[in-house]
């Protein structure tokens, strides 16, 4: 996540969204002097709780802390006047890319589990809905979405609304090697799943199998 006092905008970093792609990108615009970019996750593993890490290092925020707590932390005017935007990503992409995110990455989950027992496994911590993550009932705020089906774009779009001049490419950081074609993984049982878990996700940002 990115506060950043210097261009006036608020980053939510949302988990497999390429959220990491987005806050690499517009950490280049960013005065580490004056604007916050939180703990990120290599930082985090090295202690025992998210909490442990901000006490240690004298540090308020980390990578995905939700808006609903960012917002607590902030002066009311900065929130209110700061651009406030995020990523988003069909959720059934979304699940196939957290599988093997996790999969393929130690003490995460088994290299062989198959992709159906994962998806219909809840103890396995499923990315969290994106209307939770977002609080949008709650908030009520106005956002800007990053869609990831439309990242490059999206990505310049917000460039162009906070005036930015970007001289860097972004990079896609963090991508799993599967097919690209995520309908390939599932079955009817595991595509009636994801569909039931994100139906508020599905809802609000028009997305389809």
């Known amino acids: 996540m990115i506060i950043s006092h210097t261009n006036k905008f608020i980053f939510f970093k949302a988990p497999k969204v390429a959220s990491t792609s987005t806050e690499h990108f517009f950490e280049k615009f960013c005065d580490k002097s004056k604007d916050i970019i939180g703990l990120k996750y290599y930082e985090l593993k090295k202690f025992s709780s998210h909490v442990e890490a901000m006490q240690t290092l004298g540090i308020d925020f ?7 707590v960012i917002k607590e932390k902030m002066l ?6 700061y651009l ?11 699940m196939v890319s957290s599988y093997f995110f996790k999969r393929d990455t130690k003490e995460r989950i088994p290299y062989d ?9 809840d103890d396995l911590k499923h990315p969290i809905s994106l209307c939770e993550y977002y ?3 709650n908030l009520q705020e106005e956002y800007k979405y990053i869609r990831y089906e439309h990242l ?13 001049k970007p001289r860097h490419h972004l990079r896609h950081m963090n991508k799993t090697n599967r097919n690209p074609d995520y309908r390939v993984y599932y079955n009817k049982k595991t595509r009636k799943i994801v569909e039931q878990k994100y139906q508020k996700d599905i809802e609000k940002f028009g997305y389809t199998f």
């Open 113 to 121: 589990m198959p992709f159906e027992v994962y998806v219909e496994r």
């Open 84 to 94: 406030k935007f995020g990523n988003i990503r069909n959720p059934w992409d979304r």
């Open 76 to 81: 009311l005017q900065d929130w209110q006047n």
């Open 152 to 164: 490059q774009e999206d990505v310049l779009n917000i460039c162009d609304i906070l005036n930015l």
């Open 62 to 68: 980390f990578n995905h802390m939700t808006p609903c």
């Open 135 to 137: 609080d949008i009932d």
